[in-house]
């Protein structure tokens, strides 16, 4: 790929996309908003897969069960949305994390996105949208590192790189997988979490007011946030990010109307938590501000359709 045509898939995609998901999905609330976004917005994004991401936080009792449970819940969204999608698209993925940064964990998701890969070009690459720990997709580029050339990454994971640690969920659970994939050189957008997509939060006046009772997707998209901030905020004031939104809003981005980036040097992903940086390596883009009402107003909208 010339360095003209990596910087160019690093811009927002001007024409209609194929995109696959890789997804926590039962991890937290803010999963199913962004796969419920990405099934609404057909007439710029073609969905060709989805995968299932492994975590492991109280809601799992190993990363294999967090990727069992999130076959399950994007199934059940798939459903709720009434999204017509081919069969076999949604697909079990990495049952434990990478036990270095040369030893890919196959997975019928990591197969698939190798194998798929290689029928796009950089002219015409594969956008592949990751909200979890971004295990499967690491996976796939060191079983077929070729494919490099035919995706654009776009991960929501780590922190502002002024945040002070990189020590965010997603990140952390795979430092190895971050680690491959912001240092092999494939096009990479990074939406960071605190300090950045953090602002992208919602309340339940909102919710109520919006989204609440207009579908079976919008009701139980509702409760379920609601739901999981009545155990942790029960009887006080809440607000609650759904930040996973974002990565698929990024593909949406015309005019930057809902996010604002720039490119850096790839920041490098430090198993103490921490960012190293090098000038001399290859760009990213860097998401630093996000148009938070704008595109509440268009999730809305698709939602509610």
Sequence with gaps: MTFEQ???NLDVPQNNIDVVLDTDAYNEVDDQFALAYLLKSPEKLSVKA???APFFNENSSSPEDGMEKSYDEILKIIKLAGAALPDGCVLKGSRKYLQDEHTPVHSPAAQDLALRATGYSPQN???VVAIGAIT???SALLISPEIKENIVVVWLGGHA???GNSNEFNMAQDVAAARVVFGCGVPLVQLPC???VDKFYLSEPELRYWIDGKNALCSYLTETVVEAAERYAKGRVWSRVIWDVTAVAWLLNDS???MSSRL?????PEYDHHYGFDPNRHFIRYVFEIHRDALFEDLFQKLTK
Excluded: C, Q, W
């Excluded at 850096?264 to 490098?268: G, K, N, V």
């Design 6 to 8: 990596y910087v160019k």
């Design 50 to 52: 989805i995968y299932a």
């Design 125 to 127: 690459p594969l956008y």
């Design 136 to 138: 499967n997709v690491a």
């Design 161 to 163: 790189l002024d945040f």
């Design 194 to 196: 605190m300090g950045v």
């Design 256 to 258: 930057n109307r809902f």
């Design 264 to 268: 850096i040097a790839s920041p490098i």
